[in-house]
């Protein structure tokens, strides 16, 4: 009787040690989860916010220049495109992240092409609006910037935490998945310097 009694008070005890962990593991990965959301949408906000840039720079290039048709359509086309391109956090596969990649490099390389052609137009390079939303548009790439490599660290420390033992195995059972990282595109670890294609 003393051996029965003995042996059920360690399952008592074991399970409630693993009932703690399991709780304090729980509390944890929903913890970092929720970092990773909140770094993914400061990773939207900043491109939204380049994205909203861009119907001023359209109509202030409009308005100085007879500018080159199709330069401004492939930014307005390529803004479309990337306004489509949206997911949440549960959406953070390797291949939805490259999709929303390669939409938002479309828009760096349609403004890219944009600001290189402006440099012909003289108007352009002396209107102060135009200098203004440069210089916005400089300060958003940065903050882009700032924003995907926080996004990656906060993804570094959730998907760290849920494959470490003995939280993988909560991990599993509570349905924690790993999160994609946001890949850097070739040459994305520097901010563009837009500043720079005005003084070429």
């Not at 202030?60 to 956090?89: C, D, H, Y």
């Not at 992240?97 to 108007?123: D, F, G, M, T, W």
């Not at 996004?151 to 994609?180: C, H």
């Amino acid at each position: 009787m003393k051996r029965g009694t003995i042996v059920l008070s360690l399952f008592i005890v074991f399970f409630a040690i693993m009932g703690m962990n399991g709780c304090s593991s729980y509390n944890n990965m929903v913890g970092l989860e929720e970092g990773v959301n909140g770094t993914w949408s400061e990773v939207q906000n900043q491109y939204q916010r380049r994205l909203d840039l861009i119907p001023n720079i359209v109509a202030t290039v409009q308005a100085e220049a007879e500018f080159e048709k199709s330069t401004l359509e492939g930014v307005i086309n390529a803004r479309a495109n990337a306004t489509k391109v949206t997911m949440n956090v549960d959406q953070l596969t390797p291949e939805n992240i490259q999709k929303y990649q390669e939409a938002q490099q479309a828009v760096s390389s349609a403004l890219a092409r944009l600001l290189v052609v402006a440099e012909s137009y003289p108007n352009l390079q002396t209107n102060a609006s135009f200098k203004n939303l440069q210089v916005d548009l400089e300060g958003t790439e940065n903050r882009i910037s700032t924003a995907r490599m926080r996004f990656n660290e906060s993804v570094q420390d959730y998907n760290t935490q849920i494959r470490r033992f003995p939280r993988n195995m909560w991990a599993g059972l509570f349905g924690f998945d790993q999160k994609a990282y946001f890949e850097a595109e070739a040459g994305a670890e520097k901010a563009p310097d837009v500043q720079q294609l005005f003084d070429k």
